[in-house]
C-alpha cells in the first residue's frame, strides 16, 4: 500500500486523487464526455462507460489499454429517471459524477479489485473493518481473488443474485459484478451485511462490472476475447462516505449551493420540511441545468430539450413556492460556475451564455406559473381529499396556458389529489394527435453479423476519395443489392453528408450506385441498382464516382462551415451545431439560437462568408491527434465521433472545425453562399437553407423573369415595377369600396321584403344570389327594420360551400351565438360565436334549409 498523504475530502479533492491514483497505475486521463451521448438509445450519458460503449461492443478499437474518467451524468427522462426523487430523498440527484477506471483487454478482475481496494483503504483512508464485498452467486473466482489476495475476511463478502449481474442488453457483453459497500453503524439499522442488513446501515459506493462473456439470442453464452473492466464509483455517494453524512446534501458544493439559495430566497436551509425539499430541487436542478445548456441542450418541446425545459420549470416553480418573484437561476449559475468551474472550464467559457438562456426560460415560465396558478387553485379548491381534477381542466392548462402536465400532476399530489388522465388524454385526441413516429436507422440489407465478420477479417474500407475520383478495387461482399470492397473513392454518408454515386465497372458490365453508406464505423456499404449485371466476391471492379454530384456537395459541405463561422459572428458564440444536411443541391443547417434572424442579420451573414470566399483562401484539410486540433481551438461538428485521430478543416481564416467531410480546395471554388429559407424546427432551434455554384445565379435569373412578367402585367417597365403594383392595389381598394357600397344598397332594398316575413318579431330566410359579405351586410339592415328582434340568412355562395348569419336587436334577450349554434353543425362548420352578429361557414348547403328550421325553433325558445 502507497504511504501517501490523506486526501482533501472535498469534492474537487476526491475527483484529484482518483484520477491521480489511477494515471500513476498507467490509466490515460479521458476528459468527461458531453451529457449528448452518441448513443441513440439514451437521451443523456447516464453512467461513466457510456463514453466508451462503442470500445466494449468492439465497433471501435480502443486508444488506449485503460484510462480513468470523472463522467458527469444526468438521470431525467426515459428508463433512467431520478427526476421525481431528487429533493425527497438523501441521496437521488438528476445531475451526479461517476468516476471510473476501465480496462479494454488490458487487466481483469484481480489487478481490478486490487486497484480498488489500494484506493478505498489507502488513498481515502477507509477503515477495512467497516468494509464489505458482494459478489454474484456464480462467481467463486472474485471470491478467492477479495479473500486470498486482496485479504478481506471471508465473513465479510457475501454473494448477490441478479443485483450483482450487469447486461448492456438482451444480447451482447455481459458479466457478474462485485460491489463494495460501506457499515455506516448499528445506529442505521440491522446488522447482517449488505444481504441481509438494513439498507439505509449498508451503503455501496464501488462497483466492479466484469465484461466476461457475450448473451447470444438463442440464451447461450460464450466469452468474450477480451475481458474489460467497467468500474462505477460514485463521487457524491463516496462523500458522504467519508465525511460521515447523513445525505448527499451535506456534501461541500451542494451544501456550498444551499447556503446561496438560502441568501437568495431568504429562508434558511432547515427552517422547515416543505422548504428544504424545494431548495434541494433548486440546488440539484440549477446543477443539471447549468451542465446541460453548457453541453448543448436547448430547453424545447422534444426529446432531452423537453427534458431540460422540465427540469427548468419545476426549478422556478420551487423557487415560487419559496417566495421568489424575480428570475433566481441566472444566479444560481453563478454559483455552479463559481463552485465548479476551476473542474469544468466549459463552465466559465460558456457561463454567459448559460446564463441568458436560463434567464429567457425563466422569466417566459413566470409568466405561464402565474396564470396557470390561478386557474388551477380555482379548480382544486372544491375537491375533497382524493378526488381527481377533472381532466378537460388539465388540458385546457396545458394547451391553452402552457402549463406542464407533469407540474399539474405533481401539485395535485401535494394535496392529495389526483388528476383524470383519460379526460386529459380524450382532450388531446379531440385536439390534436401529437405523437411523433419514432425515428430508426436503417443499416441496410446486408446482415450485421457478416459485415461484423468481414470487418474482422480485413478492416475497415480503405478511403481513397480526397485524392482520387476512380480507383481499382477488390470486392469482399456481395448480397441484396449491397456491394463491399477493398478498398473505395465513394464517401459514405456520415456527419450529414450524403454518400456518393457513381458506377462499378467489372467484365460482367456496369453496375450504377445509388448511395454508399458506413457500417461498424468503418466498412463502405455501395447499393446498386437492381441490374442483370452482377459482381462475385474476389472480383476486380472500378468504382468510379460522379464527380460533377461530388463537386457540388463538396461546395456545400466547405459552405456549412462558413456559416457556421459567420453566424457566430454576427448573432454570438452560443450560437452551435445541432444537424445539418449536405447533399448537391442545397445545404441545410441546424444551431441553436433564441430568435429569428432579421433581415438585416442574414444579410450580414451571406456579406461575411461571401467575403471570405471571394478573397480565395486556400482550405487545408488534415488529419491529426484529437488533442492538438482541440489546441488549435478546432470546433467539433454536432453528432459525430471523433476517435483519437481526426480530420480538421480549417476554411478560411475564422473556421477551423473537425471533420471528416470531403471539402473544396479554395474557398473560391464554393462560388457564392445565398440564403435561400429560415425558420425555426423546434424551441431554440433554427434552420438555415442555402445554395451555392450556380444555384444562386440560377435562383437570380428565375426572380428576374418572374419579375419581367409581374412588370408585364401591370403594364410598367421593370423599373417601375413597385410603383405599378402600388397602383393597381389603390385601384383594386377604390373599386372594392365602390363596390361595399352597392352591396350595402342591394342590402337595403331586399330587406324591407325580408322583414314583411317577420313572425313574432324573427326572419328566417334561405337567400339567393348573394355572397357572405352581402349575407351579412343584409341580415343586419334586416335587423335593424321595425319590429325585428331577431333575423337568421342562409346562402349557399357562388364559390361553393354554405353560410349562415344570425343578428339580433340590442334589447332583444336573445343570442345570435346561441340562434345558429345547432345549424352550424348540421351544415357541417362553424364559427366564431358572437352575441350580436355571428356569421357561419360550412360545407353542406344541402342541408341549409335543416338548418334554418333549427335556428327558428332556437329563436322560439329563446
Avoid at 382544486?380 to 381534477?389: A, I, R
Avoid at 474482422?456 to 482520387?468: I, L, N, Q
Avoid at 454536432?638 to 467531410?661: H, M, Q, T, W
Avoid at 321584403?753 to 313574432?760: P, Q
Amino acid at each position: 500500500m502507497n504511504a501517501t498523504p490523506p486526501i482533501v475530502l472535498t469534492a474537487a479533492g476526491v475527483r484529484r486523487a482518483f484520477t491521480d491514483f489511477f494515471t500513476t497505475n498507467g490509466h490515460h486521463h479521458e476528459v468527461s464526455g458531453s451529457l449528448i451521448p452518441h448513443d441513440p438509445t439514451l437521451l443523456f450519458t447516464v453512467a461513466g462507460m457510456v463514453p466508451f460503449k462503442p470500445y466494449f461492443v468492439g465497433e471501435q478499437p480502443a486508444p488506449w489499454p485503460r484510462a480513468v474518467t470523472v463522467q458527469k451524468c444526468v438521470r431525467a427522462g426515459g428508463k433512467h429517471n431520478d427526476l421525481d426523487e431528487v429533493g425527497r430523498t438523501s441521496r437521488h440527484l438528476t445531475f451526479f459524477e461517476m468516476m471510473g477506471n476501465f480496462s479494454f483487454g488490458d487487466y481483469f478482475k484481480s489487478q481490478a479489485c486490487a486497484f480498488a481496494w489500494e484506493f478505498v483503504t489507502g488513498r481515502l483512508g477507509l477503515d477495512p473493518d467497516r468494509l464489505w464485498i458482494t459478489v454474484h452467486i456464480s462467481d467463486d473466482e472474485t471470491e478467492a481473488i477479495w479473500r486470498d489476495e486482496v485479504g478481506v475476511p471471508a465473513e465479510r463478502i457475501q454473494r448477490l443474485d441478479e443485483d450483482n449481474y450487469w447486461r448492456m442488453a438482451d444480447t451482447g457483453p455481459c458479466g457478474p459484478c462485485s460491489e463494495i459497500f460501506w457499515d455506516k453503524g448499528p445506529e442505521f439499522g440491522d446488522d447482517g451485511g449488505p444481504a441481509h442488513g438494513g439498507d439505509e446501515r449498508f451503503i455501496e459506493f464501488w462497483n466492479l462490472v466484469f465484461m466476461q462473456f457475450e448473451q447470444h439470442d438463442d440464451g447461450s453464452m460464450t466469452e468474450l476475447p477480451a475481458p474489460s473492466i467497467d468500474t462505477g464509483a460514485g463521487l457524491e455517494r463516496i462523500l458522504t462516505v467519508l465525511g460521515g453524512f447523513d445525505s448527499v446534501w451535506e456534501t461541500d458544493e451542494l451544501s456550498s449551493l444551499l447556503t446561496r439559495i438560502g441568501e437568495l430566497t431568504g429562508v434558511a436551509h432547515g427552517s422547515s420540511d416543505r422548504t428544504d425539499v424545494s431548495q434541494r430541487i433548486l440546488a440539484d436542478h440549477a446543477r443539471s441545468s447549468t451542465f446541460l445548456i453548457s453541453d448543448g441542450v436547448f430547453p424545447s418541446n422534444e426529446d432531452r430539450g423537453y427534458v431540460l425545459r422540465r427540469i427548468i420549470r419545476r426549478a422556478v416553480r420551487h423557487a415560487w413556492l419559496l417566495g421568489v418573484e424575480e428570475p433566481i437561476m441566472p444566479e444560481l449559475v453563478d454559483a455552479v460556475v463559481r463552485i465548479m468551474g476551476s473542474d469544468y472550464p466549459e463552465l466559465v467559457r460558456n457561463h454567459d451564455f448559460v446564463r441568458d438562456v436560463l434567464d429567457r426560460e425563466e422569466r417566459r415560465f413566470r409568466e405561464t406559473l402565474r396564470t396557470g396558478s390561478v386557474i388551477l387553485d380555482d379548480a382544486l379548491n372544491g375537491l375533497d381529499e382524493g378526488g381527481h381534477l377533472d381532466g378537460d381542466v388539465a388540458f385546457k392548462l396545458h394547451d391553452t396556458y402552457g402549463f406542464p402536465l407533469e407540474l399539474t400532476e405533481e401539485i395535485t399530489a401535494e394535496r392529495g389529489l389526483g388528476v383524470d388522465l383519460d379526460g386529459f388524454r380524450a382532450a388531446m385526441t379531440d385536439q390534436q394527435s401529437r405523437a411523433r413516429e419514432a425515428r430508426k436507422n436503417v443499416v441496410g440489407a446486408a446482415s450485421s453479423g457478416d459485415l461484423r465478420v468481414l470487418l474482422e477479417e480485413y478492416g475497415p474500407t480503405v478511403f481513397v476519395g480526397r485524392d482520387v475520383s476512380e480507383a481499382t478495387a477488390n470486392v469482399l461482399y456481395t448480397d441484396s443489392g449491397i456491394v463491399v470492397l477493398d478498398r473505395t473513392p465513394f464517401y459514405g454518408e456520415s456527419g450529414g453528408q450524403v454518400g456518393d454515386t457513381g458506377t462499378l465497372v467489372s467484365e460482367s458490365g456496369i453496375l450504377r450506385v445509388l448511395d454508399t453508406t458506413v457500417v461498424l464505423d468503418g466498412l463502405h456499404q455501395h447499393h446498386v441498382e437492381a441490374s442483370d449485371v452482377g459482381v462475385v466476391v474476389g472480383q476486380e471492379v472500378r468504382a468510379v464516382i460522379d464527380l460533377g454530384r461530388r463537386a457540388a456537395i463538396r461546395r456545400n459541405h466547405t459552405g456549412t462551415h462558413l456559416l457556421h463561422s459567420a453566424l457566430r459572428r454576427v448573432l454570438g458564440e452560443h450560437v452551435k451545431q445541432q444537424g445539418s444536411h449536405v447533399g448537391p443541391d442545397r445545404m441545410r443547417f441546424d444551431f441553436s439560437h433564441f430568435d429569428a434572424l432579421t433581415v438585416e442579420e442574414m444579410v450580414a451573414v451571406e456579406d461575411l462568408v461571401n467575403a471570405e470566399i471571394l478573397a480565395n483562401p486556400v482550405c487545408r484539410n488534415y488529419e491529426t491527434t484529437r488533442e492538438e486540433a482541440e489546441t488549435a481551438g478546432a470546433i467539433a461538428f454536432f453528432g459525430d465521433k471523433y476517435g483519437e485521430k481526426v480530420r480538421v478543416l480549417e476554411a478560411g481564416p475564422n473556421s477551423i472545425e473537425l471533420c471528416g467531410g470531403t471539402h473544396v480546395s479554395a474557398l473560391g471554388d464554393i462560388g457564392l453562399i445565398k440564403i435561400v429559407a429560415e425558420g425555426s424546427i423546434g424551441s431554440n432551434i433554427r434552420r438555415i437553407e442555402a445554395v451555392t455554384g450556380t444555384a444562386p445565379v440560377d435562383r437570380l435569373r428565375a426572380a428576374e423573369k418572374v419579375l419581367g412578367q409581374v412588370a408585364e402585367l401591370v403594364s410598367v417597365p421593370v423599373d417601375d415595377v413597385l410603383g405599378g403594383i402600388e397602383k393597381r392595389l389603390a385601384e383594386i381598394q377604390s373599386l372594392r369600396s365602390e363596390l361595399d357600397g352597392l352591396r350595402s344598397q342591394a342590402a337595403l332594398g331586399r330587406s324591407d321584403e325580408l322583414a314583411a316575413l317577420s313572425v313574432d318579431g324573427v326572419v328566417v330566410s334561405l337567400v339567393e344570389n348573394i355572397d357572405r359579405d352581402g349575407l351579412r351586410l343584409l341580415a343586419m339592415a334586416v335587423r335593424d327594420c321595425d319590429g325585428v328582434r331577431a333575423v337568421v340568412l342562409g346562402a349557399a355562395p357562388d364559390g361553393g360551400g354554405a353560410a349562415l348569419v344570425s343578428a339580433v336587436a340590442p334589447d332583444s334577450g336573445l343570442d345570435a351565438g346561441v340562434l345558429v349554434a345547432d345549424a352550424a353543425k348540421t351544415i357541417g362548420g362553424g364559427g366564431r360565436p358572437n352575441p350580436e352578429v355571428t356569421v357561419v361557414g360550412g360545407n353542406d348547403p344541402k342541408r341549409l334549409a335543416e338548418a334554418l328550421g333549427q335556428a327558428r325553433a332556437a329563436a322560439q325558445v329563446g
